[in-house]
């Protein structure tokens, strides 16, 4: 079984920077796409950002222009947070569509989620 290991999360002011990083926990056939998702107390979860195996990226509307997704290598993925505000304040999950062995059929795997908080 493959784990997604997420680290990054924590308390920041209104206005202020985090960067939540998610690596595969172990030597994986293929990633396709890689997203992180968020999920506010008492909402549903929503993608915030989500990256290709190519590098092509999309994100929701609340977060375009303050957040960037990347890829730092084939199995790592990056979510840049800036310009944090109080509603940003949710879990974030990190999701990849990953194929373990040659000829697998892919499926989503989820991390276990990191705490974001924005508050003064």
């Known amino acids: 079984q493959v784990q997604l290991l997420e680290s990054g999360g924590g308390l920041v002011q209104p206005g202020g920077s985090l960067r939540l990083s998610c690596a595969a926990s172990?030597?994986?056939?293929?990633?396709?796409?890689m997203a992180w998702y968020r999920q506010a107390p008492g909402k549903v979860r929503e993608l915030a950002a989500r990256?290709?195996?190519?590098?092509?990226s999309n994100y929701a509307e609340s977060v375009n222009g303050r957040f960037t997704i990347s890829r730092d290598n084939a199995h790592t993925v990056t979510l840049q947070m800036n310009s944090l505000k109080p509603e940003d304040t949710a879990v974030y999950y990190c999701?990849?569509?990953?194929?373990?062995?040659?000829?697998?059929?892919?499926?989503?795997?989820w991390g276990q989620g990191t705490q974001v908080t924005v508050s003064s």
């Open positions: 999701a990849a569509e990953i194929g373990l062995r040659p000829g697998d059929v892919t499926d989503w795997y």
């Open positions: 172990r030597s994986i056939y293929r990633i396709n796409d």
């Open positions: 990256i290709s195996s190519s590098g092509t």
